[in-house]
């Protein structure tokens, strides 16, 4: 379905490695995106459509914060500052002694600048405390006003999801939020600086491709590189440098899988630990694709590794991207997920190779994201709106491998359907492409009329 390897002269080879897009999504945790550029001021909502509020509109230190019916008032007015602070009443939002365990209760206290009055809202609608790496959460998940508000491990849930102002009433990340971090590949042709790249687009994450066995139960880049001391060290270093971050995604289309080459979920699972603690990692992505993936066997050995995984480290994104047809993807994988106990923060689909030229990839992109939408919901029985925040598109900008178009305006159309659902993840393959074609290999131009990073640049918009 989606044959690219090295040389091959296709104008959207979508990976040396894969075909593969990666996932991710994103959302609170330790080091994404500071909250909005500047101050903004207005109610805080949640759980039953009800607001933050400061208990009896008291100012003393220590005043429990709530949920309760929205009313307007002054202690439900809460300036979301650039400098990660949440401030109502000229006070702060702070955790109780700067508490990390679960069920640390939340508190209205005297601004200080301290690590438990640092506060980020991410594009998947958490607000996170970096310092203890847990979310804002309605204790209990009740909606009942006066329902005291703590921080908990995030979990995804409808409970420790808020819309926070800045400026237009969502929690909107500055550009290079974690949402949009678009796939690198640094094994073959000329990839692009990454710090061109952030310096043109605003983008600050990229999802760095890919992560394969190199024969063994051991991770190699493309299986071949070390992880330590090679280009794509190198490459992680020079966006760390500039303020930003990056994916490792595990996969692709080529090469030997790991989930294919190591015998057990444990051994798999400790192939997937090596690079998280290779690099002190705060996500992943899993790029589902090639024939070992058809095996029940892999797809449960997967499954039980990304289990261990998300278990051994707490906070820890993990994302899943792989293909799906005009009406949404095969839900094998996503069942086995839901009924083993795992919960991953994307399901992200690429949208593409569908098949023939002429076709609206925009139109047929919402169509099969509904459709993921749908297998999500009836997998893990979530709500619409849970749904399309645990989902993901991942595009091909430019002409793909059967000869498809996806434009700039398709990018658009993505984009608006992205923000209006509150997606977790929307990305593409890759910034390696996204520049005019100069007679360059296979896998570095997208082979349409285009300004460099124009694609990029539409994406790096998504406000989550």
């Keep these: 379905m989606r ?20 996932a991710v999504l ?11 550029a500047a101050a903004a001021t207005g109610q805080i909502t949640g759980l039953a459509g009800k607001c933050v509020d400061v208990a ?39 955790v109780t002694s700067a508490g990390t365990a679960n069920g640390t209760a939340v508190q209205l206290w005297e601004c200080n600048g301290s690590a438990a009055q640092r506060w980020t809202v991410t594009a ?10 847990k979310c804002l959460d309605v204790t209990g998940n009740s909606s009942a006003n006066g329902t005291r508000l703590q921080i908990w491990t995030c979990t995804g849930a409808a409970n420790q999801k808020w ?15 974690m949402a949009v971090a678009p796939y690198l590949y640094n094994g073959w042709g000329s990839p692009p600086s990454p710090t061109t790249v952030m310096n043109a687009t605003g983008v600050k994450w990229f999802t760095l491709a890919f992560v394969l066995s190199n024969g063994y139960c051991n991770p190699q880049w493309d299986g071949s590189r070390p992880l ?61 694709e090639a024939d070992a993936y058809a095996s029940a066997t892999v797809q449960q050995r997967t499954v039980d590794a990304l289990k261990t995984v998300k278990a051994n480290n707490p906070g820890l994104k993990v994302y899943v991207t792989f293909g799906t047809g005009q009406n949404g993807p095969d839900g094998s994988l996503i069942g086995k997920a839901a009924a083993s106990g795992l919960t991953v923060d994307s399901w992200t689909i690429m949208p593409f190779d569908f098949g023939g030229a002429g076709q609206n990839m925009g139109a047929l992109t919402v169509s099969a994201a509904e459709g993921l939408k749908n297998t999500v919901k009836s997998a893990y029985g979530y709500s619409d709106d849970q749904a399309y925040r645990h989902t993901g598109i991942s595009s091909m900008n430019g002409i793909t491998d059967n000869g498809e178009t996806v434009t700039v305006a398709d990018f658009r159309t993505i ?42 640049k539409v994406f790096a918009q998504y406000a989550g």
């Excluded at 609170?28 to 500071?34: D, E, N, R, V």
């Excluded at 819309?163 to 939020?177: E, L």
């Excluded at 692709?252 to 294919?260: D, P, T, V």
């Excluded at 923000?419 to 593409?428: S, Y």
């Design 3 to 22: 044959g690219r390897f090295p040389g091959e002269r296709v104008p959207a080879v979508r990976s040396l490695l894969g075909a593969g897009v990666a």
């Design 56 to 94: 009896g509109a008291n100012t003393a230190n220590g005043t429990p914060v709530q949920l309760y019916d929205c009313n307007g008032t002054n202690a439900q007015q809460w300036d979301v500052g650039s400098d990660g602070s949440v401030k109502a009443l000229g006070k702060c939002l702070d």
């Design 228 to 288: 330590a001391g090679g280009v794509d060290q190198q490459t992680v270093n020079t966006v760390r440098a500039a303020g930003g971050d990056v994916i490792p995604s595990f996969g692709g289309w080529s090469g030997n899988k790991l989930e294919s080459s190591c015998s057990s979920a444990g051994e798999l699972a400790g192939a997937y630990q090596k690079v998280i603690n290779a690099y002190g990692l705060k996500a992943i992505d899993i790029d589902i």
């Design 163 to 177: 819309t926070a102002p800045t400026g237009g009433g969502d929690p909107t990340p500055p550009a290079g939020a």
């Design 415 to 456: 984009l608006g359907y992205a923000q209006q659902r509150h997606l977790a993840r929307l990305t593409f393959w890759s910034v390696n492409r996204d520049r005019p074609c100069t007679g360059g290999g296979a896998d570095t131009c997208s082979g349409v009329s285009q300004q460099p990073w124009d694609y990029t």
């Design 124 to 133: 998947a609608h958490d607000i996170v405390n970096p310092q203890a790496d």
């Design 26 to 36: 994103t959302a609170g945790l330790t080091g994404s995106p500071a909250l909005g």
